[in-house]
């Protein structure tokens, strides 16, 4: 999507109640000019409008998703800002966004009906922007997840959550594209997500992307930021983390407090940007994938798997796509100038 750049969807909070204070100001104006001029003319004949029966069935059907999925949806609060959250099972277990708990372990937790209840962080992998919370003594609704890959372009989808701290919000769309390899702006590239039409807004973040038979498809994370908008959201483009990675992860967290497969493949180094010239080796890991194949501090990385890898945002978005256990070619830059090819065989990303 040429033009385009990602933002994450987590408000803080000081920005959250001006604009509630001015959502509700706006519906008391609202109430009373409709007051004022909602007396019916005697002489106004109604005529009843068909309606389909498809239509009156879908949108009952829509009712019943959101009636059944929202009090599995819960908000998520700590000192620095507000995000969404899915209860993940009946331990109380919430899965959410590795951004919405980065910096805190206790949180702050609203279910749709109002209760609140503390949380503490059981653990995060930031690789795939996923974390778990977890909630003690509370009878929380657990969410049921779909099987992601049975997905298709063009079904309906919709978003649960609390953007801008307005509890148990729903939009609606559908399943607009599936993308490869999207980069966050904090350096984390997503190696799959589903991009929606479903309107995804600061607060939605952890939330849930459902189906239309009230299943979690997806946490949604992203929206796309239009420089041509002046850095507004772009309209009807926001991305999920599919289910069936989240499922995984998450119970991976829960079993073991960490990850322990993250199935992502793995350099061992510490790099750095060169103004688009490359990869800077800063540091490599002994006895990892790099030094194993002999890439050595000071190299510059200039292509894996025959890709250019100018910055590190292109090196994470050309490993996301990779798998450990595969074998590829880097072109590096030595530090005498010279250019050869390695054979590397990746590692797996660690989870702790």
């Known amino acids: 999507m040429p033009n385009l750049s990602f933002s994450m969807l987590r408000r803080h909070r000081r920005l959250v109640a001006p604009l509630v204070a001015a959502l509700v ?4 104006v609202a109430g009373i000019g409709l007051a004022t001029n909602s007396t019916p003319s005697t002489t106004t004949a109604f005529q009843k409008v068909p309606v389909p029966t498809g239509a009156l ?6 009712v019943n998703v959101v009636q059944s999925v929202s009090p599995s949806v819960v908000q998520i609060e700590d000192q620095r800002g507000l995000g ?5 099972d009946s331990a109380g277990h919430i899965v959410t966004n590795n951004h919405v708990v980065t910096g805190a372990k206790s949180f702050t ?7 609140r209840y503390p949380a503490t962080l059981v653990g995060s992998f930031p690789a795939d922007d996923l974390a778990v919370i977890k909630v003690s003594g509370a ?6 997840f779909a099987d992601s ?9 919709i978003a649960i959550g609390n953007p801008l701290g307005l509890l148990s919000s729903v939009t609606e769309g559908i399943v607009s594209a599936f993308r490869q390899a999207v980069p966050e702006n904090n350096g984390v590239t997503l190696p799959s997500v589903i991009q929606t039409s479903a309107a995804i807004n600061p607060g939605n973040s952890g939330g849930a992307l459902v189906d239309i038979k009230g299943r979690v498809i997806g946490v949604p994370t992203l929206a796309a930021i239009d420089p041509e908008l002046g850095g507004s959201a772009a309209p009807g483009i926001g991305f999920a983390i599919p289910s069936n990675l989240v499922k995984d992860i998450a ?5 073991n407090g960490k990850v322990v497969n993250s199935h992502r493949a793995y350099l061992g180094i510490r790099v750095g940007d060169t103004n688009g010239n490359g990869v800077y080796v800063g540091s490599v890991t002994a006895g990892g994938p790099a030094a194993n194949a002999g890439l050595r501090t000071g190299d510059v990385i200039v292509s894996i798997d025959g890709k250019p890898t100018a910055t590190t945002g292109d090196l994470s978005a050309v490993l996301s796509e990779l798998k450990p256990g595969q074998k590829v070619p880097a072109v590096v830059k030595t530090q005498n100038g010279a250019k050869k090819t390695l054979q590397v065989t990746l590692g797996t990303y660690p989870g702790s």
Request: hydrophobic share 45%.
């Open 25 to 28: 100001a706006a519906a008391v």
């Open 84 to 88: 969404s959250g899915i209860v993940f």
């Open 109 to 115: 937790v609203t279910t749709s009906s109002g209760k």
């Open 57 to 62: 069935a879908l949108q009952s059907a829509t």
């Open 139 to 144: 009878d929380l609704k657990p969410a049921r």
């Open 149 to 157: 890959s049975t997905l298709q372009v063009g079904d309906i989808a």
């Open 251 to 255: 119970g991976q967290i829960v079993s």
